[in-house]
């Protein structure tokens, strides 16, 4: 069974900074590929960022060039670094993992395995 754990959420004012992390446990973490999302009250899921196995990385349109993502194998860990927030960044942020395949995913029910969420919250 994969779990994952996230943490590293909070609150922070526009323009700072916050790293998440999360953890995998239960498979060959070399052998995932890792996404984050995020979700506010009322809407859907979206897409934020994900890493495949080789360590390549896509985003979403709105994160691309403050957001990075990536991955240390060595500790089963998957990154989300958030640069230059912004209010509308507020949202739980789930991390989320599928098995290798070296596609590009960024639809939810292509994730199998979810964490539990952590809030990150950017006041004006």
């Known amino acids: 069974q994969v779990q994952l754990v996230e943490s590293g959420g909070g609150l922070v004012q526009a323009g700072e900074s916050l790293r998440l992390s999360c953890v995998v446990s239960?498979?060959?973490?070399?052998?995932?590929?890792m996404g984050w999302f995020r979700q506010t009250p009322g809407k859907e899921r979206e897409f934020v960022g994900a890493?495949?196995?080789?360590?390549?990385?896509y985003y979403a349109d709105s994160v691309k060039g403050r957001f990075t993502v990536s991955r240390d194998n060595a500790k089963n860990t998957v990154y989300l670094r958030m640069n230059s927030l912004k209010p509308e960044d507020t949202a739980v942020y789930y991390c989320a993992a599928r098995g290798r395949d070296g596609y590009t995913a960024t639809l939810r029910t292509e994730y199998g395995y979810w964490g539990q969420g952590t809030q990150v919250t950017v006041s004006s």
């Open positions: 890493i495949k196995w080789d360590g390549s990385t």
């Open positions: 239960g498979r060959t973490f070399s052998s995932i590929e």
